[in-house]
């Protein structure tokens, strides 16, 4: 019987949306494969059993990233890694994370050369880690310094005034919770946290004064707070070097580690799901018209210090929420 015209119009056309379907399944699957193979490659192990020199970055407001301190394990471990470099560009941070990140820069120096490298900024924390290695190099024009801690806290009760809103609370005893931005601080409170700021201060100092090889009062004379240029921060001894990354590497070269050694950047492990890594959820979000979905935009942007919280080694806090 012979088909009609229509009829095999219809077949053709179906077998065409067929056959669309079936490349635009093939596609999937091997964007699903290739997400897939990206995500678990990741990128925080260079993948190589060559020597090299391993190059970590600390950037941005630091806390107690459970990513960069597994990194720096990892690269404690690695019998590839001859030397470590790190890249340090960071205003500080919390107190905590900054001594977490220096304890375990202490145990990497105990086994293989470790040298800090600062860009623009190492202050406060950013410093408390550069001062971890056992060499430091700045630029001239770096800014370096900022020693010190400190906690801020908002006072609401203007607001709470103004608003007519009022706060009844019952607590086991007067300083539980205390201070908080409800009500007024008490000389008792700022007492209390003066304390626990001064003992975290005493430390920092200690810890500046052992690893720059200075006296409790000279490293006490340069923690009021200052920053310093590289050449300021030289002269004051604390930094060892002006210059940058070859500066860097030659010092690893005194140290026994071969100079002609590839530098290989170890980095942060990939963010997202086995199909969108951080590259692919950001190009999504393009398209879609959302902007960059990546958690790293509230980096970019410096929100993450809004929600730091606790005590602060961080330099113009005052210009995050939470000071520091």
């Known amino acids: 019987m012979s088909m009609k015209a229509d009829d095999l119009i219809d077949r053709r056309r179906l077998r ?21 193979s990206t995500w678990l490659a990741g990128e925080r192990i260079p993948g190589v059993t060559a ?57 990497i120096a105990a ?19 550069a001062s971890a290695s056992d060499h430091i190099v700045a630029r001239k024009s770096s800014i370096v310094g900022s ?16 608003l ?35 003992d975290s201060y005493d430390w920092f100092v200690g810890t500046v004064a052992e690893r720059r090889s200075m006296s409790k009062a000279e490293a006490t004379a340069l923690a009021d707070g200052s920053v310093w240029t590289g050449r300021q921060a030289l002269a004051n001894k604390l930094i060892d070097e002006v210059g940058g990354e070859d500066q860097a590497i030659a010092w690893l070269g005194t140290k026994g580690v ?16 086995f199909l969108l890594p951080n590259s692919i959820a950001q190009a999504l979000g393009h398209a879609l018209g959302m902007g960059d979905v990546s958690s790293e935009l509230l980096k ?5 210090r809004l929600f730091l919280d606790g005590m602060l080694s961080l330099w113009q806090a005052e210009k995050a929420v939470s000071g520091g």
């Open 300 to 304: 970019e942007i410096g929100a993450d």
């Open 164 to 198: 007519g809103v009022k706060l009844e609370e019952i607590k086991s005893s007067p300083l539980k919770a205390e201070p908080n931005p409800f009500n007024p601080t008490t000389d008792e409170e700022r007492a209390m946290m003066r304390n626990m700021i001064l």
């Open 258 to 273: 071969d100079a002609k050694l590839e530098v290989i950047e170890w980095k942060p492990a990939r963010t997202g799901s």
């Open 111 to 129: 086994e293989k050369p470790v040298v800090a490298q600062v860009g623009t900024l190492a202050a406060s924390a950013g410093y408390m880690i």
């Open 16 to 36: 065409r949306k067929l056959t669309f379907w079936r490349v635009v399944a093939f596609l999937i699957a091997a964007f699903a494969v290739v997400g897939m």
């Open 51 to 107: 020597s090299h020199i391993a190059k970590i970055r600390i950037e941005g407001t630091i806390t107690e990233d459970e990513d960069l301190l597994r990194r720096l394990d990892e690269v404690r471990k690695s019998a590839s890694v001859k030397g470590v470099i790190l890249s340090i560009d960071s205003p500080g941070g919390t107190t905590a994370g900054g001594e977490a990140i220096y304890d375990a820069v202490r145990k």
């Open 147 to 162: 020693i010190g801690v400190l906690v801020q806290f908002p006072d609401l009760t203007g607001l709470m005034d103004k």
